[in-house]
């Protein structure tokens, strides 16, 4: 297992950027409302569980991530392993991993974009990998690094961020956590594909953020487990929809 460990390890860090991205500084119309700024023991006792539940996970997904990175290399061309750069807490911009399920340099020509449903550009294994949610394993490094927590608001690109903060209010406010590899917004809305989607999702985000406690992230948690097993219905709420007090 040390040795799998190791040679993941390496292919990940094979894929960092050489240069570092600077960091996009958190902009809000108004100053945060102090209950939206994570402060108290809370945020250490997260902080703890984060590290300890994602090496648990690791260990059995570790196996599972290299069956995967083996295909994707077998039936596609480029890395397995598939890096971005997103916006995480307080504006500070990190590398994030995936298992690639997009065709190589698709965005070459087009630049940063949302996937869109039947996505020409997911191959016929990222198409499973996606459904199955397994692409997401490698994030579980993300947490180990401190970049992400398991539960939080789903991270963004910054060239999608420069854009979203100007013409969504309160946008900037879902960053003063870390972002995470499942969250409030994610197991109850689909992905990102308009301005009114990105706004129903900072409805969530915020309202996790304003109640974020253990029950909360326990609850997330579970029903992502539940997702994964198209369960959704067990724990599907009522749609909330933007406001002006975002």
Known sequence: MVDRTSRL???????????????VPIRSASPLPPDL?????????KAGVDYVLAGVLLVPALPLMLVCMAIVRLTSSGPAIYTQTRVG????????????????????????????????????????????????FPQLFNVLRGDMSLVGPRPERPEIVKK?????????RRHVVKPGITGFAQIHLPPDSCIRSVKNKLVYDLFYIRRRSVRL??????????????????????????????
Do not use: N
């Open 9 to 23: 390890s390496a292919v990940v860090a094979s894929q960092r950027p050489a240069l570092r991205t600077p960091a």
């Open 37 to 45: 700024v994570p402060t108290g023991l809370g945020t250490w006792v």
């Open 164 to 172: 979203l903060r100007q013409i969504v209010p309160g946008y900037d």
């Open 217 to 246: 992230e326990l609850a997330i948690l579970l029903a992502t487990g539940l997702k994964l097993f198209g369960l959704r219905r067990l724990y599907q709420r009522k749609p909330r929809f933007p406001t002006d007090d975002v």
């Open 89 to 136: 807490r307080g504006g500070r911009v990190f590398t994030l991993y995936k298992i690639r399920t997009m065709s190589h340099e698709c965005e070459s020509l087009t630049g940063p974009r949302w996937s869109i449903p039947g996505d020409p550009r997911i191959t016929p294994v990222g198409r499973l990998l996606r459904h199955l949610h397994l692409d997401e």
